[in-house]
């Protein structure tokens, strides 16, 4: 079985990805290319009965984008085991496996996990997947390591010990600051984690029985031959009730490391877990003023004498702000989701001109006038 995540809202990539009524989180929008990145993730896929994880209030649109052709190798049958709400990755993995169980029988199946909002190469992945799998079926806890490039402060780390293409997992660690990310870099044993997680049902349950219990026995109330949607509900609530909304790692992989290989990605795997706009640089160059300009209609765009600029422009609104400052893109939500035309956080100095109902959000400029109306934006320096 292949299990696809498909949970998470992508605030940071506002204002495309929003989560408000009739708006699509990352997972279900096409951020590069015409494939959404849960087509993009399911094409990739080489092997394995696939079932995508979304939340309920989702589920149509899985339905509606896994209707489209899709190249993945079970392209023709996707299930689709929906959550009543987020309640992380811990009880997801949970009730996947216990899915799995009831469709099997058997404990020796193996489980793929993946997120749905990666970018990777898709020859390179076949052949980790296919190395994972194998590994798997020993009975151990194998999980893919991204190699870093880069002294990376938002991800967190897995250490490992050995050599070759299989490592002991030593330890999972948290998401360093920038001279520990540094250290992690130079040691040449640290691995950014990627969320990809393969192992046994029987090793998934056993794991979860040990180290995640309560999570484990709510789970095990679930009846999968009554209502599905009634029973997963009825546990989520109990869940949810004893906060346990936690993640696998922190649940279960943390203190299973001992049981953990990892197999190391190769740079040619040129995994991107899209986690912010300046990630999608690579796929939309800057302009030799170094703006990043990421550009969803079929507005022109024009820049005066700006550098350094992220300008964003969806359907849903229009993001200006340093590319530095990127992160913030969630902090026009608000003004978003109150309809506001347009709104300057942190700014001094700076104009805005908004001819359209559309929404234009600044986010720590100085000095610069910004004009919009239907079909032409300039951004200009003053």
């Known amino acids: ?32 290319g015409a494939r959404t990145m849960l087509q993009q993730t399911i094409d990739r896929l080489p092997a394995g009965r ?13 339905r509606e984008q896994c209707a489209r052709p899709l190249s993945g190798a079970a392209g023709s049958a996707i299930a689709i085991l ?43 992945f076949t052949q980790l997947f296919n190395r994972a799998v194998t590994q798997a079926a020993t009975g151990r806890i194998v999980t893919i390591g991204i190699t870093p490039d880069r002294p990376e402060t938002g991800y967190g780390y897995i250490k490992a010990r050995g050599s070759g293409a299989c490592l002991q997992v ?20 640290y691995f950014w984690n990627a969320g990809m997680f393969v192992m046994k049902i029987g090793t998934a349950l056993q794991a979860l029985e040990r180290y995640a219990p309560e ?46 290989d990892l197999l190391p990605a190769p740079p040619e795997l040129e995994w991107n877990d899209v986690g912010g706009w300046v990630a999608l640089a690579k796929y939309y160059p800057p302009d030799a ?8 209609t079929a507005d022109e765009i024009q820049l005066s004498g700006a550098r350094g600029l992220l300008v964003v422009n969806s359907g849903n609104g229009i993001l200006i702000c340093p590319q530095t400052l990127a992160p913030r893109a969630k902090d026009i939500i608000p003004g978003l989701q109150q309809g506001l035309k347009s709104e300057c956080l942190d700014c001094r100095n700076v104009a805005v001109e908004n001819q359209t109902a559309r929404y234009v959000g600044v986010i720590g400029l100085q000095d610069m006038q910004i004009s919009y109306q239907s079909g032409r934006l300039e951004i200009r320096k003053l």
């Open 1 to 32: 079985f292949v299990f696809v995540l498909a949970g998470g809202s992508g605030t940071r990539l506002a204002p495309l990805s929003l989560t408000g009524p009739g708006q699509l989180p990352k997972q279900f929008l096409a951020l590069v």
């Open 50 to 62: 696939l079932v995508v994880v979304p939340e309920e209030c989702y589920a149509e649109a899985v």
């Open 82 to 124: 929906a959550e009543p709400f987020g309640c992380n990755t811990a009880p997801a993995v949970g009730l996947c496996a216990l899915y799995a169980l009831h469709q099997t029988a058997d404990k020796n199946t193996v489980l793929f996990f993946l997120p749905a909002d990666h970018i990777m190469n898709k020859s390179v």
């Open 170 to 189: 030593d330890a999972f660690v948290e998401k360093p600051d920038l001279p520990t990310a540094r250290q992690y870099l130079a040691a040449g044993n």
């Open 215 to 260: 999570i484990y026995q709510e789970l095990l109330g679930i009846d999968f031959a009554g209502d599905l949607s009634v029973e997963i509900a009825r546990q989520y609530q109990c869940l949810k009730a004893k906060k346990q909304n936690i993640s696998i790692d922190y649940a279960v992989m943390e203190k299973a490391a001992a049981e953990m």
């Open 289 to 296: 003023a170094d703006n990043l300009i990421i550009n969803y």
